[in-house]
């Protein structure tokens, strides 16, 4: 049940939520997932296989010690819900990035979560007057406590607005939207570096992890589970959208880069064991900051992803482990950055 009546779930004859029914300082929830076993298992196959997501057992060798949901995955869920929640029923226009999401306490199976929303702040756009921007934060809660918090801004339409004049779409780049699936979505680089321990981290390399083609089957079958808004599942809506096409969630586009930078981290370090060395062992990230979705990702675009070491320092609380920065990016076809985030995750100390 919605906590604010201005969320209130517009009836046949009331419009959707716009831009002028978010009022800051206002505090709503609505039921989350009840997380299972199989969904935290065939996420993390698909984009983020490390021991702790996929294998019970191996997870109580890890640095986690028990199964625990990816944090994609988490802010996955977190998106469904808000969707959900309120944002079908609402004039959603997408949302520009992410400002924080910080991955507080494990996501388990069996987990039953609930979402709450804050509004934080609204701001009309001066430029465009059809569309206002609203700032939340979200939270995921179990039992009351949150497992994630997560803040950014949505743009929403506003009351009455004329429909968008200037739809940008895949055809006025030359992209790609019909035709047969490619042989392989996935294209890797040459042979990478195996993981190094922490003290022996050089600043300012750059990983190539190599290109994923976004066809519109994974862009659908991501988005009908996770972030079902029109301009994600149905190619007809979304060439009537802003977007002037299909194009992916903006969390599919990011876990796709943890896709490919496990991959790009699995196949140095099998290398390295061959070789009779020992890889250094990563553990849980705390979460991640500045992400931004640059451009839309259409139904045929290929996005190259790398990732950069850009800080690290010795993990205060965790002897043994450092934390180590890196600045990560997507680039389209085009050479445009579409996509780009900083995180941060726990890295062995020699």
């Given at each position: 049940?919605?906590?604010?009546?201005?969320?209130?779930?517009?009836?046949?004859?009331?419009?959707?939520?716009?831009?002028?029914?978010?009022?800051?300082?206002?505090?709503?929830?609505?039921?989350?997932?009840?997380v299972t076993r199989d969904a935290v298992v065939a996420f993390a196959r698909a984009f983020d296989p490390q021991p702790f997501h996929v294998d019970d057992e191996a997870a109580k060798g890890t640095f986690v010690g028990e199964l625990i949901a990816s944090g994609w995955h988490s802010c996955a869920m977190l998106m469904r819900a808000v969707a959900d929640g309120f944002l079908l029923r609402s004039t959603s226009m997408g949302a520009p990035g992410i400002e924080e999401v910080r991955w507080l306490k494990p996501v388990r199976p069996g987990d039953r979560l609930c979402l709450r929303w804050t509004i934080l702040?609204?701001?009309?756009?001066?430029?465009?007057?059809?569309?206002?921007?609203?700032?939340?934060?979200?939270?995921?809660?179990?039992?009351?406590e949150a497992v994630l918090s997560q803040t950014n801004w949505i743009i929403f339409g506003r009351r009455d607005a004329p429909p968008p004049s200037d739809r940008g779409g895949p055809e006025s780049k030359g992209v790609a939207t019909h035709g047969a699936e490619p042989p392989s979505s996935l294209h890797h680089p040459g042979e990478a570096a195996p993981t190094t321990f922490f003290d022996d981290v050089v600043i300012g390399v750059t990983r190539d992890l190599g290109d994923y083609t976004f066809t519109p089957e994974a862009i659908v079958g991501f988005a009908s589970e996770f972030d079902p808004q029109p301009f994600h599942i149905d190619p007809e809506a979304a060439c009537r959208s802003h977007f002037g096409g299909l194009c992916a969630s903006g969390w599919h586009t990011a876990a796709v880069w943890m896709k490919l930078m496990i991959e790009d981290r699995r196949s140095a370090d099998k290398r390295a064991r061959v070789a009779g060395e020992r890889p250094a062992v990563l553990g849980p990230s705390p979460g991640f900051r500045d992400l931004r979705w640059l451009k839309p990702v259409y139904a045929g675009d290929t996005i190259r992803y790398r990732s950069t070491l850009t800080e690290k320092?010795?993990?205060?609380?965790?002897?043994?482990?450092?934390?180590?920065f890196q600045h990560n990016t997507g680039d389209n076809q085009h050479g445009e950055r579409v996509f780009e985030f900083r995180s941060t995750v726990l890295w062995e100390r020699r």
């Open positions: 049940m919605l906590g604010a009546a201005t969320m209130d779930a517009p009836s046949p004859h009331r419009p959707p939520l716009a831009f002028e029914d978010f009022v800051p300082g206002e505090v709503a929830t609505a039921e989350g997932p009840t702040e609204t701001k009309a756009s001066r430029s465009r007057p059809e569309m206002g921007l609203v700032r939340f934060r979200f939270e995921l809660l179990r039992g009351g320092r010795p993990s205060a609380s965790r002897p043994g482990w450092g934390l180590v």
